[in-house]
């Protein structure tokens, strides 16, 4: 086994920026040992789900220093907008369906970017090394010789399910949550998931890019036991202002998504824990939903013991 430790951070650390108020967070930052960019090197980076807001700090003096940006299709136009006015945006949004560039192009380029001396941010949707072949291009570089640094981004399945007020994990209703890819690379339902052990073992489901696939999969957790009531929810373009959520059941879900036009990107939460949105629906509250303080019902079970 490999047991290396490298000198941590590689990059050399930012000089502080005297020309920021003295107790403003920019002013703080250098002291926070913020790597600078080094030319030549490559980024792969979460843009969290939309809202800049849920940007990491690292991402944000990444998109300082950048000098070319290859982002994804999912990356929000206002995270974009944070760039440098300087910096070169490239635009790598591989869509289902559309032309979109091939994935071995899109590492390939970046390690030619990177070799003409360019501070090279790859931009992901989420976090980069989930479901969002940041592990693949990082392997690339790696071969090439191209140093690189991977910044986590917020996951959407975990901060999209937050703004529609789903908590992935709760104590009363799921010690355990899985992600699961409703997509092949090729297109097609995965046929290397066990549906059936998913169905059986996690009591929250977390579907990304299953849209398209929704009616079979459904199909697939319902004929290995899931219940036809299961609560479900669609969330779509969470955290951004065109954020909407369905809730629905396991059978209905996919006839539902059609019906009302859920749009993508969108992630499917399958379980209990959807229930809790009635009284953690936070942005709804903000404009005017009134929250449901025991959408468990937990406190009326108690009574009538
Ligand atoms: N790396 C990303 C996931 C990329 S796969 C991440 O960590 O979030 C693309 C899928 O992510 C979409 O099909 C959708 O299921 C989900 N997704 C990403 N951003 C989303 C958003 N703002 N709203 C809803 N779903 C989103």
Redo the contacts with the bound molecule.
């Keep these: 086994m490999k047991d290396r430790i490298l000198p941590f951070p590689r990059a050399s650390a930012l000089p502080p920026d005297r020309s920021a108020p003295p107790h403003s967070l920019r002013a703080r930052l250098p002291s926070m040992g913020l790597p600078e960019f080094e030319r030549g090197w490559v980024w792969l980076a979460?843009a969290?789900?939309?809202d800049p807001g849920l940007l990491t700090i690292h991402a944000l003096n990444a998109l300082e220093q950048a000098d070319v940006i290859v982002h994804?299709a999912?990356v929000?136009s206002d995270v974009l907008d944070l760039a440098p006015h300087g910096a070169r945006l490239i635009d790598a949004g591989k869509r289902g369906g559309k032309p979109s560039p091939r994935q071995r192009d899109i590492s390939v380029r970046l390690v030619e970017l990177a070799r003409k001396g360019h501070r090279v941010l790859r931009l992901?949707?989420?976090?980069?090394?989930?479901?969002?072949r940041?592990g693949e291009e990082g392997l690339t570089l790696a071969g090439a010789g191209i140093p690189f640094r991977v910044i986590p981004?917020?996951?959407?399945?975990i901060?999209?399910l937050a703004y529609a007020g789903i908590p992935a994990t709760h104590r009363d209703t799921n010690h355990a949550v899985t992600f699961v890819?409703?997509?092949m690379a090729g297109g097609s339902i995965p046929d290397n998931v066990n549906w059936r052990a998913i169905a059986q073992g996690s009591p929250t489901i977390v579907?990304?890019?299953?849209?398209k696939h929704l009616d079979r999969i459904t199909a697939a957790l319902l004929a290995a036991g899931r219940a036809d009531d299961e609560p479900v929810a669609l969330?779509?373009?969470?955290?951004?202002k065109d954020?909407r959520v369905l809730e629905t059941t396991l059978a209905r879900a996919a006839a539902d998504a059609d019906a009302h036009a859920i749009a993508?990107?969108?992630?499917?939460v399958i379980g209990q824990t959807v229930r809790l949105r009635a009284g953690l629906d936070w942005l709804g509250a903000l404009s005017g939903r009134i929250l449901d303080a025991d959408p468990l019902g937990e406190r009326a079970a108690q009574q009538a013991v």
């Design positions: 979460g969290g789900p939309g994804d999912l929000s992901k949707g989420g976090d980069p090394f989930t479901f969002g940041g981004g917020v996951t959407s399945g901060g999209g890819t409703g997509h579907l990304y890019m299953a849209m969330i779509s373009r969470a955290t951004t954020q993508a990107p969108a992630l499917i």
